[in-house]
Nanobody, 113 residues
Framework: VQLVQSGAELRNPGASVKLSCKASGYIFINYYMDWVRQAPGQGLEWMGRIDPEDGEADYARNFQDRVAFTVDTSTNTAYVELISLRSEDTAVYYC???????WGQGTQVTVSS
């Protein structure tokens, strides 16, 4: 199993960002994809998850209004889009599947003017 995430992003406050997580080595639609983030000096924060089989997503309360999870089953890729970015969104973002057994390498998102 391998999860490969897209590269680092730098955005201005108020912008949006879309990150990808390409999965391989397992049947993509069989497992939820979770998204978590870790801000500098902070613990892991769960953002939510998506069921790749039907695209149904569950969002953590803190992210309900600003985050969207999507999947492309033709490429076995999951996406997270975060809008209205603010400095507090600066963090490393991770995808994870297999009940937390497998993790992507993380994507650094920096929000700064």
């Amino acid at each position: 199993v391998q999860l490969v995430q897209s590269g680092a992003e730098l955005r201005n406050p108020g912008a949006s960002v879309k990150l990808s997580c390409k999965a391989s080595g397992y049947i993509f639609i069989n497992y939820y994809m979770d998204w978590v983030r870790q801000a500098p000096g902070q613990g892991l924060e769960w953002m939510g998850r998506i069921d790749p089989e039907d695209g149904e997503a569950d969002y953590a309360r803190n992210f309900q209004d600003r985050v969207a999870f999507t999947v492309d089953t033709s490429t076995n890729t999951a996406y997270v889009e975060l809008i209205s970015l603010r400095s507090e969104d600066t963090a490393v973002y991770y995808c994870s599947t297999g009940a937390w057994g497998y993790w992507g390498q993380g994507t650094q998102v920096t929000v700064s003017s």
